[in-house]
């Protein structure tokens, strides 16, 4: 099975941007889409953005489209987010997730098996 670990979350400032990485164990990395949620304190875990096993085709919630950026480098088994123009209301713990499901939507955290431990990001004004 898969196994991910997330990195690069901290504190910063509204304006402020951030990149998170996910780092993926095993081969088989490049066979799954790939996803990132995060889960604010007494909220619901969201979905923030989505790619695709291949890199081809990436998705975004309405919250972050345009100031956030998920990519992936299936060579070093890594998936990022690049968050630009940070926003208090984008603190949150950031999940780094793993699809499973092929027909299930990206945009639903039930399609996702693999989970990382999150990082936390803390955006202050």
């Known amino acids: 099975q898969v196994q991910l670990v997330e990195s690069g979350g901290g504190w910063v400032q509204a304006g402020d941007s951030l990149r998170v990485s996910c780092v993926a164990s095993?081969?088989?990395?490049?066979?799954?889409?790939m996803g990132w949620f995060r889960q604010a304190p007494g909220k619901e875990r969201e979905f923030v953005a989505a790619?695709?096993?291949?890199?081809?085709?990436?998705y975004y919630a309405d919250s972050v489209k345009g100031r956030f950026t998920i990519s992936r480098d299936n060579a070093k088994y890594t998936m990022y987010l690049q968050m630009n123009s940070l926003k208090p209301e984008d603190t949150a713990v950031y999940y780094c997730?793993?699809?499973?499901?092929?027909?299930?939507?990206?945009?639903?955290?039930?399609?996702?098996?693999?989970w990382g431990q999150g990082t936390q990001v803390t955006v202050s004004s």
């Open positions: 997730a793993g699809k499973t499901r092929y027909y299930g939507s990206v945009y639903s955290r039930t399609n996702y098996t693999y």
């Open positions: 790619i695709s096993w291949s890199g081809d085709n990436t």
């Open positions: 095993g081969r088989t990395f490049s066979n799954y889409d």
